[in-house]
């Protein structure tokens, strides 16, 4: 059997197989205020549900320099991801701090068929600084970016191995 074949079928299990990831976002918030909120939300496989985040959310006209690490649904162990208003989008909060000790958080909805489809979270701008934006300071979420990955590593394996096997052959 000719090594091209032996690499192959391995190749082929990898990227054949179900598998589940998780998917960090670089995410940067920006709100009515002018207040940012930058750092890194982690996702469950297919945008289904917020599990993890760490950032500051900084600026703005009330001098914000707050630091958040802790997820609503994950950190309450409650059911996750939820669509809390029944509009369509699932819901999450980022908190400052671990309930019940927290004193500010941001709601952010997004669409989870949006954000598969566009391989990066589509979050909702909607008119209410609940499920949008930092409520306890009346602080509407305007406008988000989220940095593009760069390309898997798999892809870049898989490129490899198939010069390497026309290479042989």
């Not at 320099?65 to 409650?78: A, K, V």
């Not at 699932?90 to 997004?110: E, H, K, Q, R, V």
């Not at 598969?116 to 600084?129: H, I, K, Y």
Request: charged share 15%; hydrophobic share 40%; aromatic share 16%.
């Amino acid at each position: 059997m000719k090594f091209s074949r032996l690499l192959l079928f391995p190749l082929l299990l990898i990227l054949s197989s179900q598998s589940y990831a998780t998917i960090i976002e670089t995410v940067h918030l920006e709100f009515e205020s002018g207040a940012e909120w930058n750092g890194t939300i982690t996702f469950n496989d297919g945008y289904e549900g917020m599990i993890a985040t760490e950032g500051y959310l900084t600026g703005g006209v009330h001098s914000f320099n707050e630091y958040f690490s802790w997820t609503w649904w994950h950190g309450t162990s409650q059911p996750n991801p939820q669509d809390f208003n029944s509009d369509g989008y699932y819901t999450d909060w980022l908190m400052n701090l671990a309930y019940p000790d927290y004193t500010m958080y941001i709601g952010l909805s997004w669409d989870v068929l949006a954000s598969v489809a566009a391989g990066s979270v589509q979050f909702v701008l909607l008119q209410d600084n609940y499920y949008s934006g930092n409520q306890a300071y009346d602080d509407l979420l305007t406008d988000y970016s989220v940095d593009v990955p760069a390309p898997a590593g798999v892809g870049l394996i898989a490129l490899g191995l198939l010069a390497l096997m026309r290479r042989r052959a």
